[in-house]
C-alpha cells in the first residue's frame, strides 16, 4: 500500500515534539541576561529546503559585528521538527514542530561560525548557514546596472512603463503581468515579493497560477559581459526565464525560482556572447492543477520576473540565488489513461517484446483484491478489503477470500467461490500447513481447511494478538513462507504492536512498528526477524534463500539479515544502544529530485515512476521467461503506474540493487497492483486494487468501492499447466525440489513439512544434498531436511566445513535456530570463523551471535572484529555492533579490549557511548582508564572528548 502522507508530520515519532501550535519556545545563551539590548536581530524560516531571510535568500550569511548582541528567531515554514544550533558556541534552540510556532538563539558574535538544524538528516540535506563576523556596516549595497539599448532607446525590460512595450505574449499567463504596490490580487496575503521597481512581471501568482502562456522579449545585442534579473516562482521545469541566443534559437540560461514568492537576482555570464543577439523568454506551461484527487493544486505554478540590466564586471548581491541552491522538479508526468474498464486497461499496458498482458478477473467478480496466494492446485486465493480502512466491530467485518481457477488454460479465471465471508481488516493470506493463514490486525488467524473441498474444518484460530492498527495501511502484511519453514510477514512503521499469543502479559509481547517478522507454524514461535525501514510491502526470497523487502518514502530496498537494524522512516530502534542503522543497498531511487519522495511523485516516470512500491517478487518462475529476469525484483510502483525491476548484485557480505529498465507500463493513474507471483507455468498474476486515489486515507469515502482487476503476465514460451500436488506422492514432492520453477520447490517443499518426518524422504534428499552439482539444488534440499525434521547438530556441524559458502552459511543459521548450541557446536563455529574467508559466511556468524547466550559470544566477536577486510563491508561493522553491545553489561573491559584492536568504523566510540550509558562510578573509572590509554593523538581526539563529556560530574 501506499505510504503516501503529504499533510502528516512524518518527524512526530523522532522525539522532538515540542507543544501546541503557535507557542513561542525560546532557549537562549548565558552570554547575554533577557535585560540586555539586542544589537543585531535576524529572523529566518526553516524549512527542509534550508533556512530563508525576508528576502527569500536560502541559508544567507548572517552578518555581525563583532562583540554584538545577537538574537536568531526561527519560524517554522511546515509542520515538522526543526531547530537551530551553533557549531562553535554550541548555542541550541528549543525543538519546534508546528508551522507558524518559534524559537531563537541569543550570542554575542565574537567569532565566524555555522549555524544548522540538529535533527538528524537535516544537516545534510542542506539546513546549514555561515555566520560572519565583519568590521563596519553590515547592510547590503545596492548594485546599479544598465538597461539594454536596442536602437538608442532603452528596451522595457524592468516593465518600468507599466505596460508590456517591447513584449510579445502568447496564452493567458501574463494578462496584467504588470503589478503596482498593491499585489494582494495575485498573491496569498503577507506574501512580499519586493519589486525592484513600481512594476514586476507575474504569470499569475498564487491566486491565478492556473493560466499558462508565454512572454518574449525584442532582440537585444550583448554589449557587457554579465547581465542579471530578479526571478521568484516555482521550482519546476515549466516556470522559467530563458535567455536565447536569437540566431539559432539556443538556451544559454535559464532559472527558475525557488519556491517562494521573494524575487532574487541570479547573474549570467554572456562573455562568450559578446555582440551577438539574444532575448528573454518567460515560459509558464504549469496550470497547477492536480491530476491527482487527493493532491491539492500547485499555487506555485508560476514565475515572476523583473529588472534585467547589464554589468560591466560580475555583480555580487547578498541575496543571489544560486542554481545549485534551486531544486527543480521536472513536468509533470503525461496521463494516458484513467478510469479505464478492465479489458481497456489491459490494452493500454506496454511490455517487453514476446510479453503479453491478459484481464483474468474483473469487477463485479472482484472487488478491492488487496492480497493473494496460490494454493497447490495452482489457484488463486484472493483477499477482497471491503473493510479497510477503518476496523469493524469485532464479527462485523466485511472481507472476505475468493477462490478463482483457471479451468481450461485460456488466461480467464473462468471460476470463482466464496471460502469465507465477514473478515475484518485482512491485510495478508497464505496457505499451507493445514490451513489458510490470515493477517487481520489486531490477530494472526489460522482457519484449518479441507483444500479438496474448499472448506474450514474447524474454528478460526486467533494464533497471536496485539497487532496495532494504529495506520490501517501499515498494518502485519504480506504472508510467504520462508526456506526455512517458518511464516514471514513485513509491518509498518507507524502502527505499534505488542505481538503475544491470547492471554500474554505485557512483559511476554514482543514489540514491533517497523520491519519484518516469523512465525513458526507448529510451535508457533514469534520472532521479530529484522528491524526498521518504514511501510514494507513485499518480501520474497531468491534462488539463495535470501530475503528482500521493498519500502515506501524511504529508499525503497533493502536485503533482510536476521537481526539486523534499518534505517527508519520515522521513530527509533527499541534497543537504545544501536547508534547507527544499516542502510538501503539501492543504487538509485525511483524518484526525481531532493526535496523528498512525495514531491517526486508524478514527475517521475524516467527513473521509475515515484516512492511508493508495492509487492516484492524475484522471479524464479522457470526457464520459459528470459534468463535476464532471473533473480530480478519486481515490485510495482503506485505513483508511477510501473513496474519496476531491480538486479541485485553480490557485493560483500551482501547485495547491491541497481536499476533496469522499467518492465511494465500500465499507462493509467488509476492503476494500483499490490502484490504479483509467478504461477506453475511461468505466468505471472497480479492483483490491481484499481482506484483513483493512491493515497492513503482514514476517509472510507475517498475510496472507490466497486473496482478490483486481476492481470495475467505470459511470455511466448509459457505453457498452461494443470497441476495438484496435494494428490503428489512423497517421492514426487522430492523430485519437484529439483524443478526449474521455484513454485513447484516452495509448494511441495510446504506439503512435506506438512506430512512431517519421513526416512525414505530424508533419504532422497541427502542423495540431492551430497551429489547434486548445482548449489541452488543444494540448497533446497538442505532446507526441506530441516522443515521436515531431517537434520541435527552433527550434520550441521559437518556442513560447516562444506566448500560452498551458502551451505556453510545456512548451516550456521539452521544449527542456532533454536539459541541453544551444545559446546561441540560452539567450539566447531568458533574453529570455522579463524579461516573463514567468505564475507557472507561472516555475515552469518554475526547474525548467529545475536541468538547465542552473551558469554558464548567473545571468541567469535574477537575474531570477526579482527577482519580488516570488513571495515568497508555495508553490512558487517553494524551487525557486530549489535551482536557486541549487550556484552558491555557483561564485561565492560573485555569489551573495551576489543574496541581498542578492532578497526572496524566506530566501534570503538559506540563501545564508549555504551559504558557510558551505564552511568555507574565504575564505568566512569572504566572510562577514565581507557582515556589515559588513548592520550592526545588527534585519531584519538574526539573519543576522549567523548569520555570528559560522559564521565563529567554532571554529564
Known amino acids: 500500500m501506499d505510504a503516501l502522507k503529504i499533510l502528516i508530520p512524518i518527524f512526530l515519532l523522532l522525539g522532538f515534539y515540542s507543544g501546541k501550535s503557535n507557542r513561542t519556545y525560546v532557549a537562549k545563551s548565558t552570554n547575554i541576561p533577557d535585560t540586555v539590548k539586542i544589537d543585531q536581530h535576524f529572523f529566518l524560516e526553516a524549512t527542509m529546503l534550508g533556512y530563508f531571510d525576508k528576502n527569500g535568500t536560502r541559508n544567507p550569511t548572517l552578518k555581525a559585528n563583532k562583540g554584538s548582541r545577537v538574537r536568531i528567531t526561527m519560524t517554522n515554514g511546515e509542520t515538522m521538527t526543526h531547530d537551530i544550533s551553533l557549531e562553535k558556541l554550541g548555542v541550541k534552540s528549543a525543538s519546534i514542530i508546528e508551522k507558524g510556532a518559534t524559537t531563537s538563539i541569543d550570542f554575542i558574535a565574537e567569532t565566524d561560525d555555522i549555524y544548522f538544524c540538529t535533527v538528524p538528516g537535516h544537516r545534510a540535506a542542506g539546513m546549514v548557514g555561515k555566520i560572519q563576523v565583519v568590521k563596519g556596516s553590515t ?141 528573454i523568454r518567460i515560459i509558464d506551461k504549469e496550470n497547477g492543477i492536480s491530476q491527482i484527487p487527493y493532491i491539492p493544486d500547485d499555487k506555485w505554478a508560476h514565475i515572476n520576473f523583473d529588472h534585467f540590466q547589464f554589468h560591466s564586471k ?200 517497523a520491519g519484518v517478522w516469523r512465525l513458526h507454524p507448529s510451535t508457533h514461535q514469534f520472532e521479530v526477524f529484522a ?52 542502510k538501503t543497498i539501492a543504487d538509485h531511487k525511483h524518484y526525481i529530485g531532493d526535496r523528498g519522495p512525495h514531491a517526486g511523485n508524478f514527475r517521475s516516470a524516467a527513473v521509475g515512476g515515484g516512492h511508493a512500491h508495492a509487492g516484492a517478487m524475484i522471479y524464479l518462475g522457470g526457464s520459459s521467461w528470459p534468463a535476464e529476469y532471473r533473480n530480478v525484483i519486481f515490485m510495482n510502483n503506485i505513483n508511477g503506474a510501473l513496474l519496476n525491476n531491480d538486479l541485485l548484485t553480490r557485493k560483500g557480505s551482501g547485495y547491491v540493487a541497481s536499476h533496469k529498465n522499467d518492465f511494465l507500463a500500465m499507462n493509467d493513474t488509476w492503476s494500483q497492483w499490490l502484490n504479483l507471483k509467478y504461477d506453475p507455468s511461468g505466468s505471472v498474476f497480479a492483483i490491481d486494487w484499481y482506484d483513483k486515489n493512491q493515497c492513503h486515507s482514514t476517509n472510507p469515502d475517498v475510496h472507490d468501492k466497486t473496482m478490483g482487476r486481476i492481470f495475467k503476465i505470459s511470455y511466448k514460451k509459457d505453457s498452461f499447466i494443470q497441476v495438484n500436488l496435494y494428490k503428489s506422492t512423497d517421492t514426487e514432492l522430492v523430485n519437484y525440489q529439483l524443478h526449474e520453477n521455484e513454485w513447484f520447490v516452495r509448494t511441495s517443499r510446504t506439503i512435506l513439512q506438512e506430512r512431517g518426518a519421513n526416512e525414505a524422504v530424508h533419504l532422497a534428499l541427502n542423495q540431492i544434498l551430497n551429489n547434486h552439482p548445482d548449489i541452488t539444488r543444494k540448497l533446497r534440499a538442505l532446507w526441506t531436511l530441516h522443515v521436515t525434521k531431517g537434520t541435527n547438530e552433527a550434520m550441521l556441524q559437518k556442513l560447516l566445513l562444506h566448500e560452498n559458502e551458502h551451505i556453510r552459511s545456512w548451516s550456521i543459521q539452521l544449527l542456532l535456530e533454536k539459541k541453544d548450541v551444545s559446546v561441540e557446536s560452539l567450539s566447531a563455529l568458533e574453529n570455522m570463523t579463524v579461516k573463514e574467508s567468505s564475507p557472507l559466511v561472516r555475515l552469518y556468524l554475526t547474525a548467529g551471535l545475536m541468538r547465542l547466550p552473551l558469554g558464548q559470544r567473545w571468541k567469535i566477536l574477537e575474531i570477526l572484529s579482527g577482519k580488516e577486510e570488513d571495515i568497508k563491508d555495508h ?40 559504558i557510558g550509558a551505564i552511568n555507574s562510578e565504575y564505568s566512569k573509572k572504566v572510562l577514565k582508564a581507557l582515556a589515559l590509554r588513548l592520550g592526545h593523538q588527534h585519531d584519538n581526539h574526539e573519543n576522549v572528548r567523548l569520555i570528559e563529556k560522559l564521565t563529567a560530574a554532571n554529564p
Open 875 to 914: 553490512n558487517l561493522p553494524l551487525m557486530l555492533w549489535y551482536a557486541a553491545e549487550p556484552l558491555a553489561e557483561l564485561n565492560m573491559e573485555k569489551l573495551i579490549g576489543i574496541a581498542e584492536s578492532t578497526k572496524m568504523p566506530q566501534f570503538l566510540k559506540f563501545t564508549i557511548q555504551r
Open 314 to 513: 560580475r555583480p555580487i548581491f547578498e541575496n543571489e540565488l544560486f542554481q545549485k541552491d534551486i531544486i527543480v522538479l521536472p513536468p509533470l508526468d503525461p496521463v494516458l489513461n484513467a478510469g479505464l474498464s478492465g479489458e481497456m486497461a489491459a490494452k493500454a499496458m506496454t511490455l517487453p517484446d514476446g510479453f503479453k498482458i491478459q484481464l483474468a478477473a474483473s469487477e463485479p467478480d472482484i472487488v478491492r483484491p488487496i492480497s493473494f496466494t496460490f494454493d497447490a492446485r495452482g489457484r488463486l486465493w484472493v483477499v477482497e478489503g471491503h473493510t479497510y480502512p477503518i476496523p469493524a466491530p469485532e464479527g462485523k467485518g466485511k472481507d472476505r477470500i475468493l477462490i478463482f481457477e483457471d479451468s481450461d488454460g485460456n488466461g480467464s479465471l473462468d471460476k470463482r467461490k466464496v471460502f469465507m465471508e465477514n473478515l475484518n481488516l485482512v491485510s495478508g493470506i497464505e496457505v499451507g500447513m493445514g490451513g489458510v493463514w490470515l493477517c487481520a490486525a489486531p490477530y494472526l488467524l489460522f482457519i484449518p481447511t479441507d483444500f479438496e473441498k474448499d472448506v474450514p474444518t474447524g474454528e478460526i484460530q486467533k494464533i497471536l494478538d496485539g497487532w496495532g492498527t494504529q495506520d490501517t495501511h501499515e498494518v502485519l502484511n504480506n504472508l510467504r513462507w520462508g526456506p526455512d519453514g517458518w511464516l514471514y510477514g513485513v509491518h509498518g512503521v507507524f502502527t505499534h504492536s505488542k505481538v503475544g499469543k491470547p492471554g500474554s502479559l505485557e512483559n511476554e509481547r514482543t514489540k514491533i512498528n
Open 139 to 279: 547592510n547590503q549595497k545596492e548594485v546599479v546596472g544598465k538597461l539594454p539599448v536596442l536602437k538608442g532607446i532603452k528596451l522595457n525590460l524592468d516593465v518600468e512603463l507599466g505596460n508590456l512595450m517591447d513584449w510579445e505574449t502568447t496564452g493567458d499567463a501574463f494578462q496584467g503581468a504588470q503589478l503596482a504596490a498593491d499585489i494582494s490580487t495575485l498573491f496569498d496575503k503577507d506574501m512580499n515579493v519586493g519589486a525592484r521597481g513600481q512594476y514586476f512581471i507575474s504569470s499569475g501568482g498564487t491566486k491565478q497560477y492556473k493560466r499558462t502562456g508565454t512572454l518574449t522579449s525584442k532582440s537585444f545585442p550583448v554589449k557587457f559581459p554579465y547581465a542579471s534579473f530578479w526571478v521568484s516562482g516555482g521550482a519546476l521545469l515549466d516556470t522559467r526565464v530563458e535567455i536565447v541566443l536569437t540566431d539559432n534559437q539556443e538556451v544559454i540560461f535559464q532559472s527558475t525560482g525557488q519556491g517562494r514568492s521573494n524575487l532574487q537576482p541570479v547573474v549570467v555570464d554572456l562573455q562568450a556572447y559578446k555582440n551577438r543577439d539574444i532575448f
Open 531 to 582: 528491524e526498521g525501514t518504514s511501510n514494507p510491502w513485499g518480501i520474497d526470497f531468491n534462488d539463495y534463500g535470501h530475503a528482500f523487502i521493498t519500502v515506501c518514502v524511504i529508499p525503497h530496498m533493502y536485503h533482510v539479515i536476521q537481526g539486523a537494524r534499518y534505517e527508519r522512516q520515522a521513530g527509533k530502534s527499541f534497543n537504545p544502544f544501536t547508534y547507527d542503522e544499516i
